[in-house]
């Protein structure tokens, strides 16, 4: 994944509440990652971008005797990392299966449907707003 991070919620036991500890997982690191940046001089500063959104996926470890890694894979984690190429610097953009699950606790603004890269389609996204 080169410098990105994926975080899975919700694995290897089920919890309903996976979509609103997403999101407020996403909200600490926007803040920690602010106050981390304060003080850095400005050609040393860096943007992040979070892409969120929620589904079925197939989860566990897969590779090789070689190399064995826990990862997910299905449309969830793929819709995922399209939404975060989409979004805004220092902002978190979620799908509408996240938006279902979130829309009642958090602020959120509809950004749009947004056009995929290399003509993959479009896709609904809203970013969750800081207070």
């Known amino acids: 994944?080169?410098?990105g991070l994926m975080a899975i919620f919700g694995v290897p036991e089920k919890d309903e509440e996976h979509a609103i500890r997403a999101v407020r997982c996403g909200l600490s690191i926007l803040n920690k990652h602010s106050k981390f940046i304060s003080?850095?001089?400005n050609n040393k500063k860096f943007n992040i971008r979070i892409g969120i959104e929620s589904g079925e996926v197939i989860a566990g470890y897969m590779g090789s005797s070689k190399r064995l890694e826990y990862t997910a894979m299905g449309y969830a984690v793929v819709a995922a990392k399209r939404i975060e190429s989409?979004?805004?610097p220092n902002s978190i953009y979620i799908g509408r299966e996240t938006y279902r699950k979130i829309c009642h606790r958090f602020k959120i603004f509809f950004v749009g449907i947004l056009s995929l890269q290399k003509g993959e389609g479009e896709i609904e996204v809203w970013e969750v707003l800081r207070d």
């Open 39 to 41: 003080d850095l001089p």
């Open 86 to 88: 989409l979004t805004k």
């Open 1 to 3: 994944m080169g410098d």
